[in-house]
């Protein structure tokens, strides 16, 4: 099992922009932000994880923790620490995994469409962080 802490705060996949080239073809690319956490993780990732990119069938359990809003009082600020509260406001989660996977990609695993098992959680948090598992599918598992 592999186990991972990034010390950033989640971001989540933005919608890819297009544009033409000077030959009129057209490219697809990720708005700057997003290209920029995507760089920014995926060192964070090359830095904890230095092994081979695994081949298998993945199952993934990941957090994301996001900041509290500024704006709340201080006891609905102490609920959504202590987890009473949880984040249902944007970023929709799948966002969120989208842009992590992508950065892992060649990384962790070398592609995420080895991922056949997720569970993905949304906190809120003094210290915006995404933690990661990554374990391999057992075999023995009959999926009938």
Request: glycine content about 2%; some cysteine.
């Given at each position: 099992m592999?186990?991972?802490?990034?010390?950033i705060?989640?971001?989540?996949?933005?919608?890819?922009?297009?544009?033409?080239t000077?030959?009129?073809?057209?490219v697809?690319?990720?708005?700057?932000?997003?290209?920029?956490?995507?760089?920014?993780?995926?060192?964070?990732?090359?830095?904890?994880?230095?092994?081979?990119?695994?081949?298998?069938?993945?199952?993934?359990?990941?957090?994301?923790?996001?900041?509290?809003?500024?704006s709340?009082?201080?006891?609905?600020?102490?609920r959504?620490i202590?987890?009473?509260?949880?984040?249902?406001?944007?970023?929709?989660?799948?966002?969120?995994?989208?842009?992590?996977f992508?950065?892992?990609?060649?990384?962790?695993?070398?592609?995420?469409?080895?991922?056949?098992?997720?569970?993905?959680?949304?906190?809120?948090?003094?210290?915006?962080?995404?933690?990661?598992?990554?374990?391999?599918?057992?075999?023995?598992?009959?999926?009938?």
């Amino acid at each position: 099992m592999v186990k991972l802490v990034f010390d950033i705060e989640p971001q989540s996949q933005l919608r890819p922009r297009a544009a033409y080239t000077r030959a009129g073809h057209i490219v697809v690319y990720d708005p700057k932000v997003t290209h920029e956490y995507k760089q920014r993780l995926r060192s964070l990732a090359q830095q904890q994880y230095t092994q081979e990119a695994l081949t298998d069938a993945l199952k993934v359990d990941v957090s994301f923790f996001r900041p509290v809003q500024k704006s709340i009082s201080h006891a609905e600020r102490a609920r959504r620490i202590a987890g009473e509260h949880r984040p249902v406001v944007k970023s929709d989660i799948d966002n969120y995994v989208k842009a992590l996977f992508d950065s892992l990609n060649g990384v962790v695993w070398r592609d995420d469409k080895q991922i056949c098992d997720l569970v993905a959680h949304k906190y809120y948090t003094d210290r915006p962080r995404i933690e990661i598992e990554v374990s391999e599918v057992n075999e023995e598992v009959n999926a009938s």
